[in-house]
């Protein structure tokens, strides 16, 4: 298969489009079979359930050419669990679990000629998702909806690569205690979005979100959750039930513990004693694991010791680690890779 001409090294986070994509459709209480296609546009109603009450919800991972030049997913099941719960709690019906792992599997073989090579830097993000797409007007659920999953071809979600970013505590919050910080819906992060452009007009990178209630624990970021490591190498990451369930966060506490013998602790983390961690990053699978150097509360600055020119080094292993695996360099737990090609 020949790859297309593309700048691997030099992508960013950003959309290109591939050749084809997978759509089904719900209507009177089923869904179809579903299908590629060629085209990338989407045709609904001006009243449409997503247009009008943002009933919406989303996946992301990763495709990958691993070291012998086969072309895997991670743990798609995973995120098609996770699909399954977003849409319960938004009211749309459930693409079943296979049926979603199968049209990844097809979407990224259909555009394997943008899946960048081995050792490029890049990756194929795939973006499954489902909206309503029927006319309503008073609040309620739509009746139709539309699945589809999509590819394009990525580099690092934050400029500079694997460079410590800086980040403040928000003052504005992502999820309410009963809400739905903990699944992957739309409303999530448009209501980020001025929050996210606020922190850039500041001169900072990201967000860090403290727990609505109490302004005391920390959440996560607009788009990944916190690791920490602590001085005696301990790695801990916030528990909550407003943080989404991050596949790459569960998956390195089990590399922690499992390749690299550390201990690992998921509990809620007070802001106050972050100033005592000796690393910290985000965690996610456009993220991947992205180093944070600095994080600054209304003034107050915490410098990691690791510093603003790299990553810490238990951060840097599990960075090696995680990728090692997802690129076929390491064995991974059963059930972790699915290949597709
Ligand atoms: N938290 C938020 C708010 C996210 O949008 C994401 C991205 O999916 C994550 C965390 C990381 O989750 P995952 O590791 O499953 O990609
Ligand atoms: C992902 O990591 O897949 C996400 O959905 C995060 C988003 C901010 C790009």
Request: charge should be neutral.
């Amino acid at each position: 298969m020949e790859k297309k001409n593309i700048d691997w090294a030099n992508l960013g986070f950003g959309y290109v489009q591939t050749d084809k994509r997978f759509v089904a459709n719900y209507k009177n209480g089923a869904w179809d079979e579903g299908g590629l296609t060629t085209d990338a546009t989407v045709t609904i109603t001006e009243c449409a359930g997503v247009l009008q009450y943002a009933q919406t919800c989303f996946e992301g991972m990763k495709a990958y050419t691993t070291e012998d030049g086969h072309i895997v997913t991670f743990r798609p099941d995973l995120n098609a669990e996770r699909m399954e719960n977003s849409c319960k709690r938004l009211e749309m019906p459930v693409y079943p679990q296979d049926k979603f792992v199968e049209a990844v599997v097809q979407t990224v073989a259909a555009n394997e000629a943008y899946v960048p090579p081995y050792g490029s830097g890049a990756t194929l993000y795939v973006r499954p998702y489902m909206f309503g797409s029927d006319a309503v007007i008073g609040v309620k659920p739509s009746s139709e909806y539309q699945f589809r999953v999509f590819t394009t071809p990525v580099g690092p979600y934050f400029k500079g690569g694997v460079k410590p970013l800086t980040i403040r505590v928000c003052d504005y919050d992502r999820a309410a205690p009963h809400g739905t910080g903990h699944i992957k819906a739309g409303l999530n992060y448009a209501m980020s979005l001025y929050a996210i452009m606020d922190a850039h007009r500041q001169g900072f990178d990201e967000n860090m979100y403290l727990d609505a209630a109490t302004r005391t624990k920390v959440e996560e970021t607009g788009g990944a959750n916190f690791l920490f490591v602590t001085k005696d190498n301990k790695v801990v990451t916030p528990k909550s039930n407003s943080i989404l369930p991050s596949i790459t966060r569960r998956s390195l506490l089990v590399v922690a513990k499992e390749y690299l013998g550390l201990e690992v602790e998921e509990r809620e983390v007070f802001f106050d004693e972050v100033k005592n961690f000796a690393e910290c990053g985000l965690c996610g699978t456009a993220a991947v694991i992205s180093p944070v150097g600095k994080i600054v509360d209304h003034g107050k600055e915490i410098c990691f010791p690791s510093g603003m020119s790299e990553m810490g080094p238990t951060t840097k292993k599990l960075y090696d680690t995680l990728t090692g695996i997802q690129m076929g360099r390491l064995e991974a737990p059963k059930g972790w890779i699915k290949v597709i090609k």
